[in-house]
């Protein structure tokens, strides 16, 4: 018996993932997990609430250096304190910094499918958004064709936002992909911003590489954002950080915000320190438990979903599900279909954007009696569709 096979009930949480469907709706769909936090982080939030003195705050005096020497530990990656700036979320924290980038009419790259907010990033700053779509390959799973990258960048693209780990297609990038990439921004004068938010998320036989930590030429073009929100599963707190190792880039970021970015609040910095200083023991059995859900999801939907596919995902619980074959119909009939027939909630494709037609996204980060029954429902409603 797992720590993550019982939770407890989110339904009148307040929760964005329970709260708006009935209680009939298996919700596999928002990026949160169903886990309880590791317990030194619910210890710190407890004490800190006792307390009960809740003033202005500022980030608690050992956070930094716990970042320093967690990107040194993971990434052998080298930063310095004053590099880096927390933010209340990691949208807000790409959006900020793509405003700082560009002007307006000028371009942003990304690679969709992608996570939605990347699609009207460039809009929100005034600008337009280029598109070198991740291709699928023989073996089910997403790459970034070097050649399509170089080609999709235009004369007026400012700057590429990339997901890494991806999201939704579950893949870490290989040090080769990210270099071709960063080197084809390098050539062109593109700033990259990272959002590297599923960075802990990263099962065996695949890693993490930060692409500021590929050479000093591309850390100093770089924007990284990172968050414990996923990891720890305290995404609702908006604890996330951006390391930004360019001085000047970093200012004209933090100009940007003055005045309009709010400060982050006293228990997003309690719970992100406890997380980061404590939380390793309990990231490690997740990771283990995160992996069997994925192998039981991949092999349940190629085995028992008939015209439905998923590869195996090197990173995230956030599994994207080729629904194009199973004649549930096109664009987003397939997030309907289980909505409606299954009683699963899942992400539509359309979410993410040209390529998202027809697919699904799933999300496994839940007890395991959860995760079979959605799979199970999932089942029978495609055999009684068969049906008809
Ligand atoms: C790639 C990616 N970036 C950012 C976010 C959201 O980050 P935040 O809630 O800190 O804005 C998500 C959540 O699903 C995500 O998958």
């Not at 700053?125 to 790459?143: K, M, N, V």
């Not at 007890?367 to 068969?386: D, G, I």
Request: proline share 6%; aromatic share 10%.
């Amino acid at each position: 018996m797992s720590q993550f096979d019982t939770c407890p009930s989110r339904r009148g949480t307040g929760s964005y993932k329970w709260d708006q469907h009935d209680d009939d709706v298996l919700p596999m769909w928002v990026a949160d997990m169903d886990f309880q936090s590791p317990e030194p982080v619910i210890r710190a939030l407890r004490e800190r609430v006792e307390h009960g003195v809740f003033g202005y705050t500022m980030a608690p005096p050992d956070l930094k250096a716990i970042l320093v020497e967690r990107m040194a530990r993971l990434y052998q990656w080298q930063i310095s304190e004053e590099e880096i700036v927390f933010v209340p979320g990691v949208v807000l924290g790409f959006n900020l910094a793509i405003q700082a980038l560009l002007q307006p009419g000028e371009g942003v790259l990304i690679q969709p499918p992608v996570y939605g907010p990347f699609l009207y990033t460039a809009a929100h700053a005034g600008g337009e958004t280029h598109e070198a779509p991740l291709q699928i390959g023989s073996d089910g799973q997403y790459f970034a064709d070097p050649a399509a990258f170089r080609a999709a960048i235009q004369a007026n693209t400012r700057a590429f936002l990339l997901c890494n780990p991806h999201n939704p297609s579950g893949r870490a990038f290989r040090r080769d992909e990210l270099q071709a990439m960063a080197d084809a921004c390098l050539e062109r004068d593109l700033h990259i911003v990272s959002d590297e938010i599923h960075c802990d998320l990263v099962f065996r036989g695949h890693r993490h590489i930060p692409i500021a930590s590929l050479s000093p030429e591309i850390a100093a073009r770089t924007v990284t954002v990172m968050a414990p929100s996923k990891t720890f599963n305290i995404a609702g707190l908006g604890a996330s950080f951006m390391i930004v190792q360019d001085e000047a880039l970093r200012k004209r970021i933090q100009q940007a915000g003055r005045g309009i970015v709010a400060h982050i609040d006293l228990l997003a910095y309690t719970a992100m320190r406890a997380a980061y200083a404590e939380g390793q023991p309990w990231l490690d059995e997740l990771l283990v438990y995160l992996e069997e859900n994925r192998d039981i999801t991949t092999r349940f939907v190629n085995e028992e979903l008939p015209g439905c596919s998923l590869a195996l995902n090197d990173a995230t619980y956030l599994a994207w599900i080729d629904c194009r074959s199973a004649g549930i119909g096109s664009g987003d009939d397939p997030q309907k279909f289980f909505l409606e027939q299954a009683k699963v909630t899942l992400n539509p494709g359309s979410f993410f954007g040209s390529g998202g037609e027809g697919f699904v996204r799933f999300n496994f980060g839940c007890p395991r009696s959860q995760l079979e029954e959605a799979l199970q429902r999932m089942k029978t409603a495609l055999a009684v569709n068969s049906l008809r």
